[in-house]
């Protein structure tokens, strides 16, 4: 695979799962808003639901943002606690998501700084970030092509390890996550235009990380 295949013409979509259905995501925001209701009023079992609806999408964004199973499990422990502590705080007119994941960067921030160690700790999630998942892909059908995509999300996500916190955040609320410029700026509590500066960058530094490291290794993946 060449690197202009790879990343010259890039798009961070390669690297995630396809996204929810609009329709799909209104019945989502209607469910959990009567859920958040109830949880207010002290039902235990509705937050519980609510973890549900939501601990998959939290434990996505830790593990992309902290770099590792061990470190995403305990943010997202800690998300939950917050989210528990601080729920009588959301105003329903937001976007419970958006809400969420505020204190989901909050979180991932406060452990960046006290784990120095991320760039080292690094490690693939591609299944699980199991030392078995090519061989797991190996068994699969079209075994060349989902060895290449996993290593093309690999490396994407080797890329993204280098990125600064902001615009780590910012690509993966943006492109992985689906929120338009305006709500990201929200969600980090900054401008829209320093939010598509910060985007802007990240696919600069992360269409260089590929090409340097393909360049390495003779331009191709496979």
């Given at each position: 695979m060449s690197t202009e295949a790879t990343c010259g013409a890039y798009e961070f979509a390669v690297a995630?799962?396809?996204?929810?259905?609009?329709?799909?995501?209104?019945?989502q925001q209607?469910?959990?808003?009567?859920?958040?209701?109830?949880?207010?009023?002290?039902?235990?079992?509705?937050?519980?639901?609510?973890?549900?609806?939501?601990?998959q999408k939290v434990m996505r964004m830790t593990w992309r943002m902290l770099g590792n199973e061990a470190d995403a499990r305990d943010a997202t422990q800690e998300v939950f606690l917050r989210v528990y502590k601080y729920l009588g705080r959301f105003d329903q007119d937001q976007d419970f998501f958006a809400w969420l994941y505020?204190?989901?960067?909050?979180?991932?921030?406060?452990?960046?700084?006290?784990?120095?160690?991320?760039?080292?700790?690094?490690?693939?999630?591609?299944?699980?970030?199991?030392?078995?998942?090519?061989?797991?892909l190996a068994q699969q059908?079209?075994?060349?092509?989902?060895?290449?995509?996993?290593?093309r999300r690999e490396l994407i996500l080797k890329a993204m390890a280098t990125l600064p916190h902001k615009e780590r955040a910012a690509i993966l609320l943006r492109d992985l996550e689906g929120f338009?410029?305006?709500?990201?700026?929200?969600?980090l509590s900054s401008s829209s235009t320093t939010v598509r500066s910060q985007i802007s960058s990240a696919r600069k530094k992360i269409k260089l990380y590929c090409e340097r490291y393909l360049k390495q290794r003779g331009a191709t993946l496979v």
């Amino acid at each position: 695979m060449s690197t202009e295949a790879t990343c010259g013409a890039y798009e961070f979509a390669v690297a995630v799962e396809e996204r929810v259905p609009v329709n799909a995501l209104t019945r989502q925001q209607t469910s959990l808003a009567l859920l958040i209701e109830s949880a207010l009023a002290g039902d235990r079992a509705a937050f519980e639901q609510i973890m549900i609806h939501s601990e998959q999408k939290v434990m996505r964004m830790t593990w992309r943002m902290l770099g590792n199973e061990a470190d995403a499990r305990d943010a997202t422990q800690e998300v939950f606690l917050r989210v528990y502590k601080y729920l009588g705080r959301f105003d329903q007119d937001q976007d419970f998501f958006a809400w969420l994941y505020q204190i989901t960067l909050n979180v991932c921030r406060s452990m960046s700084k006290k784990r120095q160690q991320y760039n080292a700790q690094f490690t693939s999630i591609v299944d699980g970030g199991s030392k078995d998942g090519f061989e797991m892909l190996a068994q699969q059908p079209d075994t060349e092509e989902a060895l290449m995509r996993a290593q093309r999300r690999e490396l994407i996500l080797k890329a993204m390890a280098t990125l600064p916190h902001k615009e780590r955040a910012a690509i993966l609320l943006r492109d992985l996550e689906g929120f338009d410029t305006d709500e990201v700026a929200r969600i980090l509590s900054s401008s829209s235009t320093t939010v598509r500066s910060q985007i802007s960058s990240a696919r600069k530094k992360i269409k260089l990380y590929c090409e340097r490291y393909l360049k390495q290794r003779g331009a191709t993946l496979v």
